[in-house]
């Protein structure tokens, strides 16, 4: 069954995304060359940002479907 590009929320994807590159940007550099410690805290930075930004009332509107 193909992807239906249509249906996608590119705006939720983006968001993601930067969220993604910021949280690998600043596990790379906290960890100082450690790649295993590095991919752990970009995970936990990612979780902490996904949830700061999907559960936290900051009056932005989520980009969810109506």
Same mark, same amino acid.
Request: no cysteine.
């Given at each position: 069954? =193909? #992807?239906? +590009?249509?249906? *996608?929320?590119?705006? &939720? *994807?983006? *968001?993601?995304? !930067?969220?993604? %590159? #910021?949280?690998?940007? +600043?596990?790379? @550099?906290?960890?100082?060359?450690?790649? !295993?410690?590095?991919?752990? @805290?970009?995970? #936990?930075? %990612?979780?902490?940002? %996904? !949830?700061?930004?999907? &559960? &936290? =009332?900051?009056?932005? =509107? +989520? =980009?969810?479907? @109506?």
């Amino acid at each position: 069954m =193909p #992807i239906d +590009l249509s249906a *996608v929320n590119w705006m &939720y *994807v983006a *968001v993601l995304a !930067v969220i993604a %590159f #910021i949280s690998a940007l +600043l596990g790379s @550099l906290i960890a100082f060359k450690s790649r !295993v410690l590095g991919a752990i @805290l970009a995970g #936990i930075i %990612f979780a902490i940002l %996904f !949830v700061a930004w999907t &559960y &936290y =009332p900051h009056g932005m =509107p +989520l =980009p969810t479907k @109506l």
